[in-house]
């Protein structure tokens, strides 16, 4: 009669299981796969655009679905000075992506205003929206929202997935 | 045909009403005593001058002149390929003139743009609406007395808006003041 239980390395089993834990699983399930939200307000959307082509090519990171539907997208890339009138109408987008989203400031004018020290101009995407990665530039180069991305990517496989603290409503 | 006759013949049409046309570099101005005869000046230089596009209107604000506004309606013909520059003064107390978008149609636009920046109201245009600032918007942001930084507003669920934080940058320009070069420490010559 077997008795004795198996104790110690077992090939057949540990060569087709991966332990980890459900947070480390879930995360890098979502940070290879960042669908972008483009919102490409001016000329910075251009250097998205080449992120987006083959050159750059953003897909090496799982990012190359931009998505023209917030309620499939991921993570909001504001590519562009922020207008006043075009201010409410970004906040209604990222209201509307679902959780978990993320947002990218793309550029000086998305971060901070810019050259557009102006009556018309939002100082900053961070004024209405929390912002994930700011990205200097006037406009960047698509290195840089590559690196923006690998940063965000960094960013989500820390964060919590199970016993997130209730945000207060 | 140049420019030159042709604003003799809208001299000549007009009389009192069109002054004599001014030269500089080149380009013909006559300058419209009454602004609220603008439409007529107007059809006459499309259909029988052959003005057939406007190229342009736009408003200047003579702050601290009186009047304060001048029009400036910039024509052009594609068949005799002349220039002719119109301009036209009104009153702040008044800030209205007629439309010319009866005239030509372009001008619909740059009417709006100037009722959003400036605050000048056209008479009988078929849709006075701001064009560039938002519907309900409380000021006129090219007048020279409107700060560069802006004024706070506040419309829910339309928009808002905050000054920007100038701090003294080169871009600050103030009625009367000091202009570009003397701001801009820049561009000044170190030995002077």
């Given amino acids: ?169 | 045909m140049t420019a030159l006759e042709l604003a003799q013949k809208l001299q000549a049409q007009f009389g009192e009403l069109v002054s004599a046309p001014k030269e500089f570099r080149g380009e013909i101005s006559v300058q419209i005593s009454d602004a609220e005869k603008i439409t007529a000046v107007c059809a006459f230089a499309k259909k029988e001058l052959g003005f057939d596009y406007l190229v342009d209107v736009s408003s200047v604000d003579n702050y601290g002149d009186d009047p304060r506004w001048t029009l400036v309606y910039e024509l052009y013909g594609m068949a005799h390929r002349c220039h002719l520059r119109l301009k036209t003064d009104v009153s702040e107390e008044k800030s209205e003139l007629p439309t010319i978008s009866q005239v030509w149609r372009t001008a619909d636009w740059h009417e709006r743009e100037i009722y959003d920046m400036m605050g000048i109201r056209f008479r009988g245009h078929p849709d006075l609406r701001r064009i560039l600032m938002w519907e309900g918007y409380p000021y006129f942001p090219l007048r020279k007395d409107f700060p560069l930084a802006g004024k706070p507003s506040e419309m829910p669920d339309v928009a808002f808006s905050k000054p920007a934080p100038l701090e003294g940058g080169p871009f600050v320009t103030v009625a009367g003041g000091k202009d570009s070069m003397a701001r801009e420490p820049r561009v000044q010559n170190p030995e002077s």
């Fill in chain 1, 1 to 169: 009669m077997q008795t004795s239980t198996e104790v110690g390395y077992n090939s057949k089993i540990e060569g087709e299981v991966i332990v980890t834990r459900v947070d480390a699983a879930l995360n890098w399930a979502r940070k290879n796969s960042i669908w972008p939200m483009p919102m490409g307000l001016a000329c910075c959307a251009i250097e998205l655009m080449a992120a987006g082509a083959s050159r750059f090519d953003i897909s090496r990171f799982g990012s190359e679905v931009m998505r023209f539907s917030p309620r499939q997208s991921d993570v909001m890339i504001v590519a562009g000075t922020v207008t006043y009138k075009m201010a409410l109408a970004v906040r209604r987008i990222y209201d509307q992506m679902p959780e978990p989203k993320w947002v990218i400031a793309m550029g000086a004018c998305a971060s901070t205003g810019g050259m557009y020290r102006s009556y018309a101009v939002l100082q900053g995407v961070d004024n209405i929206i929390p912002v994930d990665v700011y990205v200097a530039g006037c406009p960047p180069r698509p290195e840089a929202l590559l690196d923006a991305l690998i940063k965000l990517q960094n960013k989500i496989a820390k964060e919590p997935v199970l016993n997130v603290p209730q945000q207060a409503a």
